[in-house]
Nanobody
Framework: QVQLVESGGGLVQAGGSLRLSCVAS????????MGWFRQAPGKEREFVAV???????????DIADSVKGRFTISRDSAKNTVYLQMNSLKPEDTAVYYC?????????????????WGQGTQVTVSS
């Protein structure tokens, strides 16, 4: 059974940092795209970042314009884990953050194209 489990969310003041982790189990995800989406109340799920597998241990990253320069995505394929480092957080970053995996080497910004999802972790940024 495939599971994605996020951790690391919480309450932080504007300008602060958080690091989200997502551990995948049930299969090896080293050759799959893994990424992060977020959803604020009353809004559609929004792309944040994704890593795509290229070859061997080489991955590429795509970051949403809204968080570029502040958020970084990385992964440890040996641990089946993907991370989201969030710096200079803003109140508008407040949302439930979801980890997702796609049965494809290439990532996508379209949340409907992902096959596996975590339960989500709340990130709240106070002003």
């Amino acid at each position: 059974q495939v599971q994605l489990v996020e951790s690391g969310g919480g309450l932080v003041q504007a300008g602060g940092s958080l690091r989200l982790s997502c551990v995948a189990s049930g299969r090896t995800f080293s050759r799959y795209a893994m990424g992060w989406f977020r959803q604020a109340p009353g809004k559609e799920r929004e792309f944040v970042a994704v890593t795509s597998w290229r070859s061997g241990s080489v991955y590429t990253a795509d970051i949403a314009d809204s968080v570029k320069g502040r958020f970084t995505i990385s992964r440890d394929s040996a641990k089946n884990t993907v991370y989201l480092q969030m710096n200079s957080l803003k109140p508008e970053d407040t949302a439930v953050y979801y980890c997702a995996a796609r049965q494809s080497a290439s990532g996508s910004t379209e949340f409907r194209s992902y096959d596996y999802w975590g339960q989500g972790t709340q990130v709240t940024v106070s002003s």
